[in-house]
Nanobody, 117 residues
Framework: VSVVESGGGLVEPGGSVTLSCKCSGVPFDEYHARWHRQTPGKERELVAF????????RIVDSVKGRFTISRDKDRNLVSLEMNSLKPEDTAVYYC???????????WGQGTQVTVSS
């Protein structure tokens, strides 16, 4: 199983960035997907969730209206579109895949997003 995030970088406040999570080695539509983030000294927090079939998605309140999660089954890709970014969105963002049957979860290595002028 391979889970690889990309797309992070330095963004100005109010800007946008889209993170990508490329997944391989699994039957993609049998895995739920999540985006999480973590800042130094804090626990990792869930940001967004999408079901294996892509029909249901959840965004946490702190980023609702600004972040959107989606998935492309043809490319085995999970994306997190982030708009109106704030300095407090600065974090390492992680993608995870969860087997719907076994509930086993696989994680990527993370991608840094820094929101600063």
């Amino acid at each position: 199983v391979s889970v690889v995030e990309s797309g992070g970088g330095l963004v100005e406040p109010g800007g946008s960035v889209t993170l990508s999570c490329k997944c391989s080695g699994v039957p993609f539509d049998e895995y739920h997907a999540r985006w999480h983030r973590q800042t130094p000294g804090k626990e990792r927090e869930l940001v967004a969730f999408i079901t294996g079939d892509g029909n249901n998605a959840r965004i946490v309140d702190s980023v609702k209206g600004r972040f959107t999660i989606s998935r492309d089954k043809d490319r085995n890709l999970v994306s997190l579109e982030m708009n109106s970014l704030k300095p407090e969105d600065t974090a390492v963002y992680y993608c995870s895949l969860q087997d719907m049957s076994s509930r086993k979860e696989f994680w990527g290595q993370g991608t840094q997003v820094t929101v600063s002028s």
